[in-house]
């Protein structure tokens, strides 16, 4: 059973609110992070990729640039523009994007669960990334970014939020890129014991975004356990900081492909050759996929919808029915050449965040054709982690993300 536990987080102060968090850091790069923290340098950007505070060009993996995210860390905290709890507790974040809601419970998942599958994957990490983000939690001696997770709807948690935020007045509600974001604090100690017990009948969390950072907090947290041989299980190192959200409340956008190239096929070749797999019909104008293993492909000014015909996947696999597979394994790899789409240049994968009038722009510019894909839902994933199997590249694009910066769990 899971364990989410309260602690005493670092957060902004209440005038900061709205100035401290940031989006995570690995949705821009270096030199759109720079834009971004002009004109506030209490920007958690600081924290997160600190190479925003040395030359161009300096390297973001230097021991210096992780003492540096140390540092403003620190500042932030000392200088009082961030302060901590008195006592533990669990937080309540709700997140409202274009008129939708997803409210969760911000607290310390338990690095055992990791590793004993009780909170459960559906992606491989890269090393270097994951060492990158070893680097700074160990240096910091923080989780500076929350992990997204998610869990079977549990109506007993469900209620106890309701009644919190009916019957209290947040701590922060502010707008950040179109998206309101409240926070409340959880202080009462009954309730938040009772929150932990009902977490501990919920049979498993799912990591919904953040493996790298997931892997590289539990790689910290081992680390000081050999650190510290005598640990009794207690050190907040043994935990890292998660945001849960009942699965009901989730939406997973669409995650598109462009394709630079025909692998030397003429357009009208190219479709002779995919009809064996789908059922090929030209559209209108442009118009999103509206069921599963059907695909909205674009390609000479027009628009295509392509059907996914019976027998071209497994139904019975919970990986070989996603759409992104049914597009990689009869379309992509062996019509396209694209037989690993996490290596090959030719590919690019475009966020339904920035719509379809984005994928014409590509497929009109730089690229030859793009796929627009019904989004995997949040089934998918659970049925897909239980299964300990693993989700194609590029499966998954949750929105809105959450923000780094409103809660600081430190390790000691």
């Not at 523009?81 to 911000?106: F, H, S, W």
């Not at 090393?127 to 992990?147: M, S, W």
């Not at 299980?233 to 043994?238: A, I, L, Q």
């Not at 497994?314 to 996490?342: C, F, M, W, Y």
Request: net charge negative; aromatic share 10%; proline share 5%.
């Amino acid at each position: 059973m899971a364990v989410f536990k309260a602690f005493r987080a670092y957060r902004p102060s209440v005038k900061n609110q709205a100035s401290i968090p940031a989006l995570p850091y690995d949705v821009m790069n270096t030199e759109e992070a720079r834009e971004m923290v002009k004109g506030n340098p209490l920007s958690f950007l600081h924290v997160d990729k600190a190479q925003i505070d040395f030359e161009p060009g300096f390297d973001q993996y230097s021991k210096q640039v992780y003492e540096k995210a140390r540092d403003n860390l620190l500042a932030l905290e000392n200088s009082g523009n961030m302060v901590q709890d008195e006592k533990p507790c669990l937080y309540i974040y709700r997140q409202v994007m274009n008129g939708r809601a997803q409210t969760g419970i911000v607290g310390c998942a338990s690095i055992d669960d990791y590793k004993n599958n009780v909170i459960k994957k559906h992606e491989h990490t890269l090393a270097v990334k994951e060492q990158d983000r070893i680097n700074h939690v160990d240096t910091c001696d923080a989780n500076t970014g929350p992990i997204f997770l998610t869990y079977r709807e549990n109506k007993d948690i469900n209620n106890m939020v309701y009644s919190w935020t009916r019957s209290h007045e947040p701590v922060y509600n502010f707008t950040s890129d179109g998206v309101v974001q409240t926070v409340w604090v959880v202080d009462d100690e009954d309730i938040c014991a009772k929150l932990q017990s009902e977490f501990n009948k919920v049979p498993a969390l799912y990591i919904a975004d953040g493996h790298h950072r997931c892997a590289s907090a539990v790689k910290v947290g081992e680390k000081r356990r050999e650190q510290f041989p005598d640990y009794t299980g207690n050190e907040e190192f043994n935990y890292f900081l998660a945001v849960a959200f009942p699965d009901c409340e989730l939406e997973i956008m669409d995650y598109n492909r462009v394709v630079k190239d025909l692998q030397g096929y003429s357009f009208e070749g190219f479709l002779e050759r995919i009809k064996d797999k789908f059922i090929v019909e030209e559209l209108d104008g442009v118009k999103k996929p509206d069921e599963k293993h059907t695909f909205s492909m674009y390609s000479h000014k027009k628009w295509y919808k392509l059907t996914a015909k019976d027998g071209t996947f497994d139904e019975t696999d919970p990986v070989a029915r996603l759409d992104v597979s049914i597009l990689q394994n009869n379309l992509l790899g062996p019509v396209l050449g694209i037989d690993n789409p996490k290596t090959n240049s030719r590919i690019e994968f475009i966020g339904g965040i920035r719509g379809l009038a984005e994928l014409e722009r590509r497929a009109n510019s730089d690229m030859e054709i793009a796929f627009a894909m019904y989004p995997t839902t949040v089934d998918d994933l659970m049925s897909i982690a239980d299964a300990d199997k693993i989700m194609p590249p590029k499966s998954t694009w949750f929105e809105p993300k959450l923000l780094s910066g409103l809660f600081i769990h430190h390790l000691s």
